[in-house]
């Protein structure tokens, strides 16, 4: 009904950079929040931010003034670009959205398959 998939994963150095992208397809009315999780091995699924389908956006305090989360309404996409990366930051980051299938339907949560981010030298 609803695909989320995401892209721009990789590795990387640490103090190095990535832009990931989630582009949202399928039956779509309206997508409200959006957000970017990640997950290490061993670790709960963890909030690294979110952005309201207006720009109001919030941040994991791990990742405040590195991070910057955006979206394209038109396009139904969201990017998550990352700055100065450390070597604990390795995940599969997710994507996750709030999307409205139908005029008169609630919204539901949608995930992405995740996309590997590697910081390692």
Do not use: H
Request: include cysteine.
């Amino acid at each position: 009904q609803v695909q989320l998939v995401e892209s721009g994963g990789g590795l990387v150095q640490p103090g190095g950079s990535l832009r990931l992208s989630c582009a949202a397809s399928g039956r779509i009315f309206s997508i409200y929040d959006m957000g970017w999780y990640r997950q290490a091995p061993g670790e709960q699924r963890e909030l690294v931010a979110s952005i309201t389908r207006g720009g109001t956006t919030i941040y994991a305090d791990s990742v405040k003034d590195r991070f910057t989360i955006s979206r394209d309404n038109s396009k139904n996409t969201a990017f998550l670009q990352m700055n100065s990366l450390k070597p604990e930051e390795t995940a599969v980051y997710y994507c996750n959205a709030q999307v409205q299938t139908r005029s008169m339907g609630r919204s539901n949560d949608y995930w992405g398959q995740g996309t590997q981010v590697t910081v390692s030298p």
